[in-house]
C-alpha cells in the first residue's frame, strides 16, 4: 500500500487549506484512514480519522470545529479540510491507513504511513 498526501502550503492565520491522500494498492473502503502531524521539536499526535464508510469521524480535541475529514472510496482518497488555521497548526501532516479504529488514534499499530505534506501558517 502506499499513501501520496498532497495540499499543503504556506497560508497566513485564519486562512485554509484541504488536504489529499490518495491511497495506492488497496482498496480503502476496507480501511480506516487519517491524519497525524508533527511540530517541530514536537512528538507526532493525532489530528483525525474516519471510519471505513465515512460514518463516524474523530477528532484531537485542538482541531474539532475547525477541521472536517472526508474520504471518497470510488478515488480511494481522503481528506482534511482545515479552516480558520493557527500559527500552532503548523507541521507535517502524515495521512494514515488500518484496520483498527479504536486503536488508530494511538498511532502504535498503523501499518501504513503516506510521506507527509508540510504546512506552514504565518502569524
Known amino acids: 500500500v502506499q499513501l501520496q498526501a498532497s495540499g499543503g502550503g504556506l497560508v497566513q492565520a485564519g486562512g485554509s487549506l484541504r488536504l489529499s491522500c490518495a491511497a495506492s494498492g488497496r482498496a480503502t473502503s476496507t480501511a480506516v484512514m487519517g491524519w497525524f502531524r508533527q511540530a517541530p521539536g514536537k512528538e507526532r499526535e493525532f489530528v483525525s480519522l474516519i471510519s471505513r464508510n465515512g460514518a463516524h469521524t474523530h477528532y484531537a480535541d485542538s482541531v474539532k470545529g475547525r477541521f472536517t475529514i472526508s474520504r471518497d472510496n470510488a478515488k480511494n482518497t481522503v481528506y482534511l479540510q482545515m479552516n480558520s488555521l493557527k500559527p500552532e497548526d503548523t507541521a507535517v501532516y502524515y495521512c494514515?491507513?488500518?484496520?483498527?479504529?479504536?486503536?488508530?488514534?494511538?498511532?502504535?499499530?498503523?501499518?501504513?504511513w503516506g510521506k507527509g505534506t508540510l504546512v506552514t501558517v504565518s502569524s
Open positions: 494514515a491507513l488500518d484496520s483498527d479504529y479504536f486503536d488508530f488514534p494511538a498511532g502504535t499499530r498503523i501499518n501504513y
